[in-house]
């Protein structure tokens, strides 16, 4: 009798330690702001956690890359568009309850209920985080069909502002001129998926104009993130950090 409670007792404590354990295997960055740290989970490919005073925010939750019913429960979820490894109704319903803030796109807002549109040049706030929602979008890279992977109008990024910090979120978007034209950027995560957004050549431009002070290639797919750091390598001020992101 005394194996099996010893044996029940250590199964319990095994469950309540799954999502810490599911977490681990990713990669996380602490971020110090004057408002307290900002932890960043790198999941993968678009997909981010952040955790700030006790809330999370999920970014584009995709299925494929983890078992978010062992991750805790999204405060807040922001969707940038609507394509599946963005937008992922299983992955969606795996991080939410009642109580989660959805933001997304109007385009989202059709495949999901209970939320809150806000389109480019908009700027809300959500526990005390401010969010500002920059436009995402090709100037170059087109379909067969010559349509734009990404036309103007239809994604976000997003700027989330933490105590003194301010972290930006871009998207699948190229180095657009409403990019170019950001100021105060402390984080900043620049897509690099060929030939969806950005060439790593587009990155460093992007990233000479409004000159983040922490760049994170992201979503990065089968490009070489080391070619970032070569292009960037004299820009003292802008530190390129490689994480897990493909």
């Avoid at 568009?81 to 992922?88: E, N």
């Avoid at 379909?143 to 502002?161: A, C, S, V, W």
Wanted: hydrophobic share 40%; aromatic share 8%.
């Amino acid at each position: 009798m005394k194996k099996i409670f010893l044996l029940g007792a250590l199964f319990s404590i095994c469950w309540a330690l799954l999502p810490t354990l599911a977490l681990a295997e990713f990669e996380k960055d602490t971020i110090a702001t004057g408002a307290g740290d900002l932890e960043i989970t790198f999941i993968g490919h678009g997909s981010l956690m952040l955790t700030f005073k006790g809330k999370v925010i999920q970014v584009d939750p995709f299925s494929r890359l983890a078992d978010y019913s062992q991750f805790p429960k999204a405060d807040l979820v922001l969707l940038t568009h609507h394509h599946r490894d963005h937008l992922d109704p299983e992955a969606l319903a795996k991080v939410s309850n009642s109580q989660t803030k959805i933001i997304l796109t109007e385009i989202c807002s059709k495949d999901v209920t209970d939320t809150k549109v806000i389109k480019n040049g908009e700027q809300l706030e959500e526990m005390g985080i401010i969010i500002r929602a920059i436009p995402a979008y090709n100037l170059v890279h087109k379909r067969d069909n010559g349509q734009f992977f990404h036309p103007k109008g239809e994604g976000n990024g997003y700027i989330l502002t933490f105590g003194d910090k301010q972290l930006y979120i871009g998207g699948d978007t190229e180095n657009i001129p409403e990019m170019k034209t950001l100021s105060g950027i402390d984080i900043a995560f620049l897509p690099m998926n060929l030939p969806y957004t950005m060439t790593p050549e587009m990155v460093a431009d992007a990233a000479r104009a409004f000159r983040p002070k922490i760049l994170y290639p992201y979503h990065y797919g089968e490009t070489n993130p080391n070619i970032l750091l070569e292009l960037l390598k004299n820009e003292s001020d802008i530190k390129v950090q490689i994480r897990k992101m493909k």
